[in-house]
């Protein structure tokens, strides 16, 4: 039964058509809920805010668990049972965030911006400038158009990271191996699981400069030289496969400065 149902939701998420409709069919039901998470917001936020003195915002936190974190997401029932981290707290990052100006120290995010339209990434990074106290700090890791683009640039001559790779896309996350080439995976990046914008580090860069960062820098995968967000990074978890995380996954710090 667990084989059958991994197809089903390969399957689903392989096809833009059902899986934006599985979506549409889901926000429908959503839609009905969530007047009553809009109410229980400021009890959970303020139950954050009375714990904890370091104030950490997670945007799109899904079922993985993240301590110290004030968890927010889209869907708040997708919560890991028997996390102990505390109930997720709904958010539209597209729209203004229900907080106070300068209210954390930090923010992250992680596979999730590439989920929204560029206009709507822009009005959520803006939304992360205004909450962020000066000196806080924005980290947000999605998958990075460059690398993903020299699977088909390279495609006559692929390494043995992208070979491993496009394999492992194509096996693990579309199903089918026949379609293990760079055409196919590429395609597949842009197409499933609802993504609607991939960014590239200049344009992302671009945005954050724009929302009011003036540090911006790169950083690999689960490294920080700020403690409170080394090791963060668990999209890993999620896809089961650490090396394709690292592959595909750009990393940028924005820093809220004076």
Not at 187 to 216: C, I, P, S
Request: hydrophobic content about 40%; glycine content about 4%; charged content about 25%.
């Amino acid at each position: 039964m667990a084989t059958i149902n991994r197809r089903i939701k390969i399957f689903v998420r392989s096809s833009p058509t059902l899986y934006h409709g599985a979506k549409t069919a889901q926000s429908a039901v959503l839609a009905v809920r969530r007047t009553r998470w809009r109410l229980q917001r400021r009890a959970i936020f303020h139950q954050y805010v009375e714990k904890h003195h370091v104030r950490k915002l997670e945007l799109g936190a899904g079922q993985y668990a993240a301590d110290s974190w004030l968890r927010t997401d889209l869907d708040p029932t997708v919560s890991r049972a028997g996390s102990s981290a505390g109930p997720l707290l709904f958010l539209d990052a597209t729209a203004r965030f229900p907080f106070p100006d300068e209210t954390f120290d930090y923010i992250r995010s992680e596979h999730m911006i590439e989920h929204l339209s560029v206009e709507g990434a822009r009005a959520m990074v803006d939304e992360c400038f205004r909450v962020l106290r000066t000196n806080g700090c924005l980290r947000i890791a999605t998958p990075d158009l460059d690398h993903l683009l020299a699977l088909y640039i390279n495609r006559e001559d692929l390494n043995s990271e992208q070979a491993a790779y496009v394999s492992w896309v194509a096996s693990e996350l579309m199903g089918d191996e026949r379609r293990a080439t760079p055409l196919f995976v590429v395609n597949n990046a842009f197409r499933a699981w609802g993504h609607t914008f991939l960014f590239d580090e200049d344009t992302l860069t671009e945005a954050l400069h724009d929302a009011g960062f003036r540090e911006v820098h790169r950083v690999a995968v689960g490294e920080s030289d700020d403690p409170e967000l080394a090791g963060s990074e668990r999209h890993a978890l999620a896809v089961e496969n650490a090396a394709a995380n690292e592959f595909e996954t750009m990393v940028l710090e924005a820093w809220k400065l004076p």
